[in-house]
């Protein structure tokens, strides 16, 4: 099936309309066959008729559809046509609470493994490669994001949200219990695959739940998840001191306890990207969403060197500065900490005063605070800390609430591609941004990021904002 993009919704309030036969009923023998050509309709026939329907006076006409057999006018009355279920303008607060509150237990649970691998490499006798191959275990799924996205999108979110946390946390909690490097592998490909779908879908549901709200649910959710990663190396370290790695396996029952509390808080909670049967063909939706995909790739790629700057490398540029391992490691917690502030107010200013000034925002302050940092020496630097990590985190809830706007049919595609794209470009940007390092200097790379995210900003005046994508259905 096929629908007619150019259609656009009359209402039977309007005393006739013509579809153009030319246009509408093709120019060859076999176009005009398998086309209804109708010339008019009038609101003063009890029924419309095309060949193969038959519509009700007083519906109204959302769309034009032929096939080989028969040729339809789809109204909002129609059984077959479900539209998108736009979300209700409330801010359902309880709900993002729970879900962002869900992605903080979730994140700690993988943020498990880094403080685990000396464990793993003592236990199993790895080389440093090995050692990062385990990384790439878990990371690895996340490249499927955008076909679970897509199989999201026919379907209800729930049981994806719920089983998240508990299925990651179990897998990351007895890792311990891994015989052989193979099945400690294969523990992490289940427990990655675990956190590709809940990532690929969560965020989804907090859009969905966040009514018009949209960046402030998408700063919540970030919050929980920078709250989870900063939380996780605390956790599974303080058990360590008191437990063996075996026993550690008991702090799989917080997991549990979470998922079980999602389900009970979020069963009777529509979780959906669009009606049920509304299904847009995955190669219908990347066709349309590629224009804007790769403007936003761009972005992030230009912003990725920033991101490893300030982040990764930050601890081995001071320390090279003379800096001592502890206030290295503070540094890092500074900007950590400040990004949470800047992922909660990003989204939520955004939503007043629009996604683009936030983007803006963010990618002039940014690099600039980073070159006064370069520039500035003793506790003045560390007074610019906190301005690089809110000014730079600001602006990923902004796009991920700006995704979700533009494929409001597709929002877990959407979603998951983006997110996917994200983890490649930052994987090509940690070996990019090391090697650039290594020929130049870390402190003469940390100026590079700083120009590469300012010759970002054309781009935001390219990618927003605009008319949300419509495709068609089948």
Same mark, same amino acid.
Request: with cysteine; hydrophobic share 50%; glycine share 8%.
């Given at each position: 099936?096929?629908?007619?993009?150019?259609?656009?919704?009359?209402?039977?309030?309007?005393?006739?309309?013509?579809?153009?036969?030319?246009?509408?009923?093709?120019?060859?023998?076999?176009?005009?066959?398998?086309?209804?050509?109708?010339?008019?309709?009038?609101?003063?026939?009890?029924?419309?008729?095309?060949?193969?329907?038959?519509?009700?006076?007083?519906?109204?006409?959302?769309?034009?559809?032929?096939?080989?057999?028969?040729?339809?006018?789809?109204?909002?009355?129609?059984?077959?046509?479900?539209?998108?279920?736009?979300?209700?303008?409330?801010?359902?607060?309880?709900?993002?609470?729970?879900?962002?509150?869900?992605?903080?237990?979730?994140?700690?649970?993988?943020?498990?493994?880094?403080?685990?691998?000396?464990?793993?490499?003592?236990?199993?006798?790895?080389?440093?490669?090995?050692?990062?191959?385990?990384?790439?275990?878990?990371?690895?799924?996340?490249?499927?994001?955008?076909?679970?996205?897509?199989? &999201?999108?026919?379907?209800?979110?729930?049981?994806?949200?719920?089983?998240?946390?508990?299925?990651?946390?179990?897998?990351?909690?007895?890792?311990?219990?891994?015989?052989?490097?193979?099945?400690?592998?294969?523990?992490?490909?289940?427990?990655?695959?675990?956190?590709?779908?809940?990532?690929?879908?969560?965020?989804?549901?907090?859009?969905?739940?966040?009514?018009?709200?949209?960046?402030?649910?998408?700063?919540?959710?970030?919050?929980?998840?920078?709250?989870?990663?900063?939380?996780?190396?605390?956790?599974?370290?303080?058990?360590?001191?008191?437990?063996?790695?075996?026993?550690?396996?008991?702090?799989?029952?917080?997991?549990?306890?979470?998922?079980?509390?999602?389900?009970?808080?979020?069963?009777?909670?529509?979780?959906?990207?669009?009606?049920?049967?509304?299904?847009?063909?995955?190669?219908?939706?990347?066709?349309?969403?590629?224009?804007?995909?790769?403007?936003?790739?761009?972005?992030?790629?230009?912003?990725?060197?920033?991101?490893? &700057?300030?982040?990764?490398?930050?601890?081995?540029?001071?320390?090279?500065?003379?800096?001592?391992?502890?206030?290295?490691?503070?540094?890092?917690?500074?900007?950590?900490?400040?990004?949470?502030?800047?992922?909660?107010?990003?989204?939520?200013?955004?939503?007043?005063?629009?996604?683009?000034?936030?983007?803006?925002?963010?990618?002039?302050?940014?690099?600039?605070?980073?070159?006064?940092?370069?520039?500035?020496?003793?506790?003045?630097?560390?007074?610019?800390?906190?301005?690089?990590?809110?000014?730079?985190?600001?602006?990923?809830?902004?796009?991920?609430?700006?995704?979700?706007?533009?494929?409001?049919?597709?929002?877990?595609?959407?979603?998951?591609?983006?997110?996917?794209?994200?983890?490649?470009?930052?994987?090509?940007?940690?070996?990019?941004?090391?090697?650039?390092?290594?020929?130049?200097?870390?402190?003469?790379?940390?100026?590079?990021?700083?120009?590469?995210?300012?010759?970002?900003?054309?781009?935001?005046?390219?990618?927003?904002?605009?008319?949300?994508?419509?495709?068609?259905?089948?």
């Amino acid at each position: 099936m096929a629908m007619v993009n150019d259609e656009k919704p009359l209402g039977l309030s309007h005393s006739k309309f013509s579809l153009d036969s030319d246009r509408h009923c093709g120019n060859t023998a076999r176009q005009r066959s398998s086309t209804s050509c109708i010339s008019e309709i009038s609101d003063t026939s009890p029924t419309i008729e095309a060949k193969g329907s038959r519509i009700p006076t007083g519906s109204h006409v959302t769309s034009f559809i032929h096939d080989e057999e028969n040729d339809h006018f789809l109204t909002d009355t129609d059984p077959r046509i479900n539209t998108d279920p736009v979300p209700a303008d409330e801010f359902q607060t309880a709900n993002v609470v729970t879900i962002a509150g869900a992605h903080a237990v979730h994140d700690t649970y993988t943020a498990f493994l880094p403080p685990l691998l000396p464990h793993f490499v003592a236990g199993f006798s790895l080389t440093n490669t090995a050692a990062g191959t385990l990384a790439a275990f878990l990371q690895f799924p996340s490249l499927l994001q955008p076909f679970i996205g897509h199989l &999201a999108d026919r379907t209800t979110l729930r049981w994806i949200v719920i089983l998240g946390p508990g299925v990651t946390g179990t897998a990351m909690s007895f890792l311990g219990w891994a015989p052989t490097y193979v099945a400690l592998a294969m523990m992490l490909l289940v427990a990655g695959f675990s956190v590709a779908s809940f990532h690929a879908t969560a965020p989804v549901a907090v859009g969905y739940l966040s009514g018009s709200r949209l960046g402030r649910g998408m700063g919540i959710w970030m919050v929980g998840g920078e709250t989870g990663r900063t939380l996780g190396p605390l956790v599974v370290v303080s058990a360590l001191a008191v437990m063996s790695l075996k026993s550690m396996a008991f702090l799989s029952l917080a997991a549990i306890a979470t998922s079980a509390f999602l389900f009970f808080r979020l069963r009777d909670v529509p979780l959906r990207t669009r009606g049920d049967g509304d299904q847009v063909p995955w190669r219908t939706a990347v066709r349309a969403m590629r224009g804007v995909m790769l403007l936003l790739g761009a972005l992030v790629a230009l912003r990725s060197l920033m991101v490893m &700057a300030t982040t990764v490398f930050l601890p081995l540029y001071l320390t090279d500065q003379g800096a001592s391992l502890w206030l290295a490691g503070a540094a890092l917690s500074i900007v950590e900490a400040a990004g949470i502030a800047g992922a909660f107010a990003g989204g939520w200013i955004s939503d007043h005063v629009g996604r683009r000034a936030v983007m803006i925002f963010g990618q002039i302050v940014a690099p600039l605070a980073l070159i006064a940092f370069l520039a500035a020496d003793g506790w003045v630097q560390v007074a610019i800390l906190p301005i690089i990590g809110f000014s730079l985190l600001a602006v990923p809830p902004v796009l991920m609430a700006f995704v979700q706007e533009q494929f409001p049919q597709t929002r877990a595609l959407a979603n998951g591609l983006f997110l996917s794209m994200n983890f490649a470009i930052r994987s090509v940007a940690a070996i990019v941004y090391g090697a650039f390092g290594d020929a130049f200097g870390l402190t003469t790379t940390m100026y590079v990021a700083a120009a590469a995210m300012v010759l970002g900003l054309p781009l935001i005046w390219m990618i927003s904002p605009s008319t949300p994508h419509r495709v068609p259905t089948t």
